[in-house]
């Protein structure tokens, strides 16, 4: 059972009496207040919420270090800066990867992670999202999740399609984490398709999922 859903469809349904491009704005804007809210409720620690455009995206995060660096919280190993939401709207990319810097993140993959994790993305390349100074970008995600070799990892790997074949398209990622640090338990995924139905889906990221 997913442990932090939000009512996403009531939200959407506020939208009924705009037109489309009225309808994706408002959703974009009041997502990211109800998904702040949410997070701010479920988290229970000081937080310092910042939001970052990027391209056609914007990245929510608890920049929680500056509390630490200012004296404001002790230091601790296991309360990190995290993700709250990554929105936006989906701009097929033709550029390289940034992969240069992916690698310098945490270090070698394998060596740090295991062999059952890769480095990934909430908002995918493909989608336009980047690494290049958002590392916010980036996390622990489940390998069979990201490379799309289990069931979940298909219906992730298909909405990512979804959003690269129709360009345009509003989408994000809100992860829920189940301790201090930086790890997303789950992820939400969600988009707003052509003919106005909302699509969310929720992914188990945690090591014990079997498939």
Not at 48 to 73: C, K, M, P, W
Not at 118 to 129: A, E, M, P, V
Request: proline residues 4%.
């Amino acid at each position: 059972m997913h442990p932090d859903p939000l009512d996403l469809a009531t939200l959407w349904s506020e939208t009924d009496a705009l037109n489309s491009s009225q309808a994706l704005d408002y959703f974009q804007e009041h997502l990211s207040w109800v998904s702040r809210d949410a997070y701010l409720a479920r988290t229970g620690r000081p937080a310092v919420v910042l939001r970052v455009q990027q391209g056609n995206f914007e990245y929510i995060f608890d920049h929680y270090s500056s509390l630490e660096a200012d004296g404001t919280v002790p230091y601790s190993d296991s309360e990190e800066g995290r993700l709250v939401l990554a929105l936006g709207r989906s701009v097929p990319t033709a550029r390289v990867r940034d992969d240069h810097r992916l690698r310098g993140w945490i270090g070698p993959t394998e060596r740090t992670l295991g062999r059952t994790w890769d480095k990934g993305h909430y908002i995918g390349h493909s989608l336009g999202g980047a690494v290049e100074g958002v590392e916010a970008n980036v996390f622990v995600q489940r390998r069979d999740l990201n490379r799309g070799w289990s069931a979940e990892g298909k219906r992730f790997r298909q909405m990512e399609k979804y959003c690269v074949e129709n360009p345009g398209t509003l989408c994000f990622a809100r992860p829920i984490y189940a301790d201090g640090t930086s790890r997303a338990a789950w992820l939400e995924f969600g988009l707003i398709r052509r003919d106005r139905t909302l699509w969310v889906e929720y992914f188990n990221n945690q090591s014990d999922v079997t498939n």
